[in-house]
Structure formats: structure tokens, C-alpha cells
Nanobody, 116 residues
Framework: QVQLVESGGGLVQPGGSLRLSCAAS????????MGWYRQAPGKQRELVAF???????NYADSVKGRFTISRDNAKNTVYLQMNSLKPEDTAVYYC??????????WGQGTQVTVSS
């Protein structure tokens, strides 16, 4: 059974940094697309960034130049380094695994709050 566990969220001041981690278990993930989504109160869940098994990366325009996604296949872990955080980055961040263009797996989410 696939399980995704996020960590690293918290409260940070504007301009600060956080690093999110997502530890995956229950399967092999090296062939999967892995990514991060977020959902702010009253808004739809949106893609933040993804990284393919081959290392191709895509970012939402709103986070380009500030966030960096990476993965460690040996550890079955995907990371999201978030710098220069803004209040509008406040949301619950979810880890996602997309497999065989068919299956979606989600973590439980971790809260990120950017506030002074």
C-alpha cells in the first residue's frame, strides 16, 4: 500500500524559507512522476511543481525562481525547498505521486503559514 508522509511545514515570516519533505513507502517510486500541490482556504488545489523520473521539472509561474523541487530515489523522497516565502504561499501542501498516467496517490498534507 502506497503511503506518502509530508513533513517540514510550519510558521515562517515573509522572506523566510522552509524545506518540505515527502517520504514515500509501500512501492517503488523511481519510475513515477512526483510533485507538490497546495490548497489555500477557499481555493482549489493547484500544482506547485513536479519532477519526472527522468528529472524533468516544471513549476507554477507563481513560484518560479523561489521554489526548488528535487528527489532522492534511493530514499523514496521528494523535497520542496521554498525560499523568499510570501503570505500568498500560505496553504496546505500535498505530496503527489502520479503513476502510469492513471493512478494518483496523495499525502495527508502539511500546513505552511507565512505571516509576520
Amino acid at each position: 500500500q502506497v503511503q506518502l508522509v509530508e513533513s517540514g511545514g510550519g510558521l515562517v515570516q515573509p522572506g523566510g524559507s522552509l524545506r518540505l519533505s515527502c517520504a514515500a513507502s509501500g512501492s517503488r517510486f523511481s519510475d513515477d512522476l512526483m510533485g507538490w500541490y497546495r490548497q489555500a482556504p477557499g481555493k482549489q488545489r493547484e500544482l506547485v511543481a513536479f519532477i519526472t523520473s527522468g528529472g524533468i521539472i516544471n513549476y507554477a509561474d507563481s513560484v518560479k525562481g523561489r521554489f526548488t523541487i528535487s528527489r532522492d530515489n534511493a530514499k523514496n523522497t521528494v523535497y520542496l525547498q521554498m525560499n523568499s516565502l510570501k503570505p500568498e504561499d500560505t496553504a496546505v501542501y500535498y505530496c503527489n505521486v502520479y503513476r502510469n498516467r492513471r493512478y494518483n496517490f496523495w499525502g495527508q498534507g502539511t500546513q505552511v503559514t507565512v505571516s509576520s
